[in-house]
């Protein structure tokens, strides 16, 4: 299938038929998050290049508040500079634009805030169907990490006991029921402790979507031990935020 999305710009298949094929040919991605507000145009530049030469599979783009930059002048930045596919992860609905591949459309089933469940949604809908953007929906689950993080308090939400696999695998199962087509399991940026990896296995073997894992990654060593949990796809910031060079080997865990 060909689908045009923007003028000049052609992909053959949609960002979620990619994560549901890696999965079921048993390849594993990797995603670097991009933060607009911890990023100048020198970063983004070198991010870019960076992540085309390592490997990268996908560029998420997202911050929990976007405070100094504009969404759409670091996904200018970002494509005058690579082409990998650009899905939005976003923190809130100011960081609702078209000019990205697809945008996480984010449920927040770990916690009961209705605004997250449901409320922001309603307000982006409209642009998102007017702009052709491809929304993926996507169940997303705060886990305890050790420490409050931007996340858990921005969403004013509870996130899941670490050690609670039953609660993450029941919420996951939940969210597969209701039609979500992705699950996300997130510690939270630069979270002190990552999701278990004995949590990535009960909510493997409840539910049969992909599973993003991302929050606190740090050592390709990890990329491994979450892959072989079953995550499908991993998620790293903050660690290549502070030491670029890491990139090559986290992303590399991809393919080994
Ligand atoms: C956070 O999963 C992402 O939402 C990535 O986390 O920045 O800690 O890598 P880090």
Request: charged content about 20%; glycine content about 8%.
């Amino acid at each position: 299938m060909v689908r045009h999305v923007r003028p000049n710009f052609v992909i053959f298949e949609t960002m979620l038929r990619q994560l549901q094929a890696a999965r079921s040919e048993g390849r594993k991605l990797f995603a670097l998050l991009i933060d607009p507000d911890k990023n100048n145009e020198s970063s983004l530049k070198h991010s870019a290049q960076l992540a085309e030469q390592s490997g990268v599979n996908f560029l998420l783009v997202g911050s929990s508040l976007l405070i100094e930059k504009g969404i759409e002048r670091c996904l200018d930045h970002l494509r005058s500079h690579c082409k990998l596919p650009i899905i939005l992860f976003p923190g809130n609905t100011l960081q609702v634009t078209s000019n990205a591949d697809a945008i996480l459309f984010l449920s927040l089933i770990s916690g009961r805030n209705p605004e997250l469940l449901i409320g922001q949604h309603v307000i982006a809908a409209p642009f998102i169907r007017k702009s052709g953007i491809e929304a993926i929906p996507t169940g997303y689950l705060l886990i305890d990490s050790g420490a409050p993080t931007s996340a858990s308090y921005m969403s004013q939400t509870l996130p899941i006991p670490h050690d609670k696999d039953d609660i993450a695998a029941a919420t996951s199962m939940a969210g597969e029921l209701l039609g979500m087509k992705l699950i996300y399991l997130d510690a939270g940026s630069g979270a002190r402790i990552p999701v278990r990896s004995s949590m990535i296995q009960k909510v493997r073997s409840a539910i049969d979507l992909p599973i993003i894992v991302g929050g606190g990654i740090r050592t390709p060593e990890k990329v491994t031990e979450l892959f072989h949990a079953g995550a499908d796809m991993v998620v790293v910031g903050n660690s290549i935020e502070q030491s670029p060079e890491l990139l090559l080997d986290l992303a590399g865990a991809a393919r080994n």
